[in-house]
């Protein structure tokens, strides 16, 4: 039996941007629809393929957490003894993360530049 002492409860929080928008149909110049009879849908603002970058990152995290825990009431519970490995590999992580996030951000102002938010299948 494991004494709760020798384990460490982690929280890992990690949500993706979807880059989608609801349409809105003032902007395409169409008449507004009631609610109860249809739904405008969403657009795609970015290439889903520049997001899949922080799913990689997400899944590394969530391998690493179920290589050397479990799962625990939505959190992860990880053997003291492991856990200062799983730390410096998760630091390691944040650390890609933030590169990942400031290149797809520097990406995303280069291209407010040029008007060109779009997905190549988007563009006219």
């Known amino acids: 039996m494991i004494k709760i002492e020798k384990l460490t409860l982690v929280y890992i929080n990690c949500t993706i941007w979807t880059a989608t928008r609801r349409i ?3 902007q395409l110049n169409l008449p507004a629809l009631p609610p109860e009879l249809a739904s405008p849908g969403s657009i795609k603002i970015l290439d889903p393929e520049k997001l899949s970058v922080f799913k990689q990152i997400r899944n590394r995290v969530e391998g690493l ?3 050397y825990g479990s799962r625990f009431c939505g959190n992860w519970i990880i053997p003291n003894e492991k856990l200062s490995m799983v730390t ?3 630091k390691d992580t ?3 993360l933030r590169k990942q996030r400031m290149l ?3 990406s995303m ?3 407010a530049v040029h008007g060109s938010f779009s997905t190549p299948s988007m563009q006219a």
């Open 88 to 90: 410096r590999n998760l």
């Open 65 to 67: 957490c179920k290589k």
């Open 109 to 111: 102002k280069r291209n």
């Open 94 to 96: 944040g650390r890609n």
């Open 24 to 26: 809105d149909l003032t």
């Open 104 to 106: 797809l951000s520097d």
